[in-house]
């Protein structure tokens, strides 16, 4: 589980986040909208620390990601992260993309990485691109890539960052429909994303952030279809 | 009036124009190790924040990229000379060739190290890789990539520039050619030979590196 209590995050004098709580309980989807500058993608890089917060907790399978004495390395194993950017290694193949860091992270034998990797990056649907390198594929198959990669490292949760908003329109569907199975397997996700159409039927809950904070949050279809507060309202308004 | 080419005298030298020629890539493969070494800890301390450190690194590359070789080997062996420190005029080429290595591998390395998006960091660390492991398995390789092509050159370069020792007397393969055209006045056939010399190492060079980065380098970028 991750419980997100009372977070405030500032950049200089600008403050991203002003007091953010949210609980996501395993097997949860949760959906994150907003504005750009709403503080919904600081948000996941506070969760797995790769920036700091100013005051607050975090807590993730009940350990404090900011105290001083967690080891964030070995936390980030188990937050799989994909971000807007594809951020593919580009001097490796598909395949040794997947299998770098179960391989160096976890120090499984070589064969054992790979076997993984190969796993997993079928899972996702690139079980014939192994020895392609990814600056050869499409925007689609390299965040189906991340997405392996992520999952290659048996994360017990996933941190989306819009990983469809860099994509083609056209490639969008695919990775959605990725993410989509990982719902149904049961994976525990945050998903920061501009698709309304998948916030709804996908998540079981979604977030409205507005100007740092959860503006509104409840069950994904009434959030969407159905928003109680003014400034989600509005701002559904504007999206669709 | 005809120009009667002789050889001969050419082939005689031979020995000691080849002793020329080592003696010239000895001099350029020893100034690319150590400029490349000085211009790593240049590139950090330009990249560092600490003030004097990055102000040492400034002026360097200043200095090495505006100003002729030429004069640096000159203040190397008759600037230095003048105050008392003799160096011979192998150590000055080299000391001179190292100078302006370090000074434009820096720029090299620094522009290579920027060049990484910040992203592939955050990947990496998202993966739970250490900052030792994101250097050595995702920054640096591509790194080195971005970066070959210009550090051939620059050793290129520096083999060539080398040919500059003739000027403080040095014997490497123009001082070399230099001082046998001037006991047999075959100065034409010697320095055809020497430029074809020069043009075979530097050739060479080039098919080494290439086959190299075939090796080093199977993926795309």
Request: aromatic share 10%; charged share 20%; glycine share 6%.
């Amino acid at each position: 589980m991750i419980s997100v209590q009372n977070v405030h995050k500032s950049f200089g004098d600008l403050e991203v986040l002003k007091g953010v709580s949210l609980d996501v309980p395993n097997g949860e989807v949760v959906s994150v909208i907003g504005g750009s500058g709403s503080g919904k993608s600081t948000l996941l890089y506070c969760i797995n620390a790769i920036e700091t917060i100013n005051s607050g907790k975090i807590l993730v399978n009940d350990i404090d990601v900011h105290s001083k004495d967690t080891n964030k390395d070995k936390l980030r194993q188990k937050l799989g992260m994909v971000f807007q950017q594809f951020n593919a290694f580009p001097h490796m193949t598909v395949l040794e993309n997947a299998a770098l860091a179960p391989r160096i992270v976890k120090k499984m034998s070589k064969d054992e990485a790979m076997e993984i990797a190969k796993k997993e990056l079928k899972h996702v649907g690139l079980g014939d691109k192994f020895d392609v390198y990814p600056t050869r594929m499409s925007g689609g198959q390299q965040q189906r890539l991340a997405i392996a990669r992520a999952l290659a490292m048996k994360p017990d949760f996933m941190l989306l960052d819009e990983v469809t908003s860099a994509l083609d329109p056209e490639l969008v569907g695919e990775v959605l429909e990725t993410l989509r199975l990982l719902a149904e397997e049961g994976m525990t996700m945050i998903c920061v994303t501009h698709e309304m159409g998948f916030a709804r039927d996908v998540s079981d809950r979604v977030a409205y952030f507005h100007q740092g904070v959860i503006a509104e949050i409840g069950e994904a279809k009434q959030v969407i279809n159905d928003p109680q507060n003014e400034l989600t309202q509005k701002f559904l308004s504007k999206v669709r | 009036m005809e120009y009667e080419f002789h050889w001969n005298i050419v082939l005689q030298k031979m020995p000691e124009l080849l002793n020329g020629a080592f003696v010239t890539l000895h001099v350029s493969v020893l100034a690319m190790l150590l400029g490349v070494v000085i211009a790593v800890l240049l590139a950090i301390a330009k990249m560092n924040n600490s003030k004097p450190f990055c102000y040492v690194a400034t002026v360097w590359v200043e200095i090495a990229r505006n100003t002729p070789a030429l004069f640096q080997i000159y203040m190397a062996y008759f600037g230095l000379g003048a105050f008392g420190i003799h160096l011979s005029p192998y150590v000055a080429v080299l000391s001179a060739l190292v100078f302006i290595n370090a000074g434009y591998l820096t720029e090299t390395f620094r522009g290579g190290f920027q060049s990484i998006p910040s992203t592939q960091y955050s990947a990496s660390k998202s993966l739970g890789m250490t900052s030792i492991q994101t250097y050595r398995y995702v920054i640096l390789p591509q790194m080195l990539r971005r970066i070959y092509h210009p550090m051939t050159n620059q050793f290129v370069w520096s083999i060539l520039m080398s040919s500059l020792g003739i000027l403080v007397g040095m014997s490497e393969l123009s001082g070399t050619t230099q001082r046998l055209q001037s006991l047999s006045f075959r100065t034409l056939e010697f320095f055809i030979v020497a430029a074809v010399m020069y043009f075979i190492i530097t050739k060479l060079v080039l098919f080494g590196a290439s086959l190299l980065s075939r090796r080093l380098f199977k993926g795309e970028i």
